[in-house]
């Protein structure tokens, strides 16, 4: 396109809107600029972890904000701090934090040298009034020495933790921080962190001094521990904590571990090698002393097995002997028993060999009276007349039961035996009634 053809572009355009409209157009976007700049110069925004110092643009004075959310700023000057800023020195740039320093430097009390890795969080002051002196104090001290928070980081935050760790690795050596002592260097670095650092002193102890000429030799070793200073209650001395003068509490403070050098680590793995190996000398000395008192055990167990079976065999011998005691006096019993049975059916014998003897003598002495009574006629008379008159007795009774009266049977042929029977029978019967008779007259 031709420069005419353009300018008669251009001429078209202006003429089409018109100078004026250009005119308004250009005012109102140059209103529109000034109106944000006036917008954004007049009222900002505080983020909720934040606490902002502003400074008045027409005073010069200056104010904590603490309030999330808007804000007048009316042309002043705002200067940021986070509410917490942490520190972190454990030597990973992808972490999060206020500021990311690397590892740390430190000395342990041997002069072995390593690195810290940890982590501190320090709460800033809000807005605190100032003394009856005018003097700031809180987050407007703070801006007043610092300015700002980067400012605030690297010329106090950072030097105290710097300082603390470094105190805190001068009170151990670094056999005592890998044998377990990590937790009380991290105690230590958070105390003195709140509280202020030890006073301290170091005492040199040696195990060969020439006590004569007070001097030590190639051969001694010196042991060199380090003693907390302590005032007359028992307190412990410290320095004045630098983050108290400003009302800045530390929320945590840690260090997570130490990063020694390569010496040491060689040292301590030589160390841990021969612990390990010391550990087995002790373990398998252990083992044969147990070993040797079990020996030990085992031979008393068999002594006392073969006590055991010497005295059993010795109990069951007495045991023995005792039974065959009672046996012994169970027999004699029972033989005195049988002899004193014996005796006793010897006697009842001679009991009644003496009573048959006895009844022999009464038998001799009745036959001897029966005899000597035989004799005697009145004896015999009346032995016989009791005979008699039994037997007399039976007759009559036997005469009692017969017929008296005679049958008589006319014209058979058996009839004069029966009646010959018949009277002989009477006449038996008369003959024993004269015997009674005759025998009730005496």
């Keep these: 396109m031709s420069n005419k053809d353009q300018e008669s572009t251009e001429n078209s355009f202006a003429s089409r809107f018109g100078n004026r409209n250009l005119i308004l157009i250009t005012a109102s976007l140059t209103v529109l600029i000034v109106i944000a700049i006036l917008i954004s110069q007049m009222i900002a925004w505080n983020e909720a972890d934040e606490r902002l110092v502003h400074q008045s643009a027409f005073t010069g004075n200056l104010t904590v904000i603490n309030q999330a959310g808007p804000y007048f700023k009316a042309f002043g000057t705002i200067s940021a701090y986070k509410k917490v800023i942490s520190i972190n020195f454990t030597g990973d740039k992808s972490a999060t934090a206020s500021a990311i320093v690397p590892l740390i430097p430190i000395r342990f009390l041997d002069t072995t040298t390593g690195g810290a890795r940890g982590v501190a969080r320090f709460r800033l002051p809000g807005n605190v009034p100032p003394t009856e002196s005018g003097e700031l104090r809180g987050l407007l001290k703070i801006h007043e020495e610092f300015g700002s928070q980067e400012t605030l980081i690297s010329n106090l935050l950072m030097r105290a933790t710097t300082e603390n760790v470094k105190a805190s690795a001068r009170t151990m050596s670094v056999e005592q921080h890998y044998s377990g002592g990590n937790g009380q260097l991290s105690q230590d670095f958070s105390d003195q962190l709140i509280n202020g650092i030890f006073v301290t002193e170091q005492i040199i102890d040696s195990n060969g001094r020439n006590r004569a000429q007070n001097t030590l030799t190639n051969n001694e070793q010196q042991r060199v521990t380090i003693k907390k200073k302590e005032d007359k209650q028992g307190n412990l001395l410290r320095n004045a904590p630098i983050l108290g003068l400003y009302g800045i509490t530390v929320v945590d403070a840690s260090i997570i571990d130490i990063e020694y050098e390569n010496k040491v680590n060689a040292r301590l793995e030589a160390q841990k090698q021969a612990a390990a190996d010391e550990a087995l000398a002790r373990q398998n000395l252990k083992k044969a002393e147990q070993q040797a008192r079990t020996e030990v055990a085992l031979g008393e167990q068999a002594i006392a097995k073969q006590r055991a079976e010497s ?56 036959r001897q009276r029966a005899k000597s009574s035989a004799l005697d006629p009145k004896y015999v008379f009346d032995e016989t007349l009791k005979a008699e008159v039994e037997i007399q007795t039976s007759l009559f009774t036997s005469l009692g039961k017969s017929r008296l009266v005679p049958e008589i049977v006319i014209g058979g042929g058996q009839g004069e035996q029966s009646n010959g029977s018949e009277f002989m029978r009477l006449l038996a019967a008369d003959a024993a009634l004269n015997l009674k008779k005759r025998l009730d007259n005496k």
Excluded: H
């Excluded at 006793?344 to 009844?359: D, N, S, V, Y």
């Design 311 to 366: 005295k059993k065999l010795k109990i069951k011998e007495q045991i023995d002997a005792e039974r065959i005691k009672a046996n012994a006096i169970i027999s004699a019993q029972q033989r005195v028993a049988v002899k004193a049975e014996l005796a006793k059916e010897q006697a009842e014998i001679l009991k009644q060999q003496r009573l048959e003897a006895q009844g022999m003598d009464v038998l001799a002495e009745a």
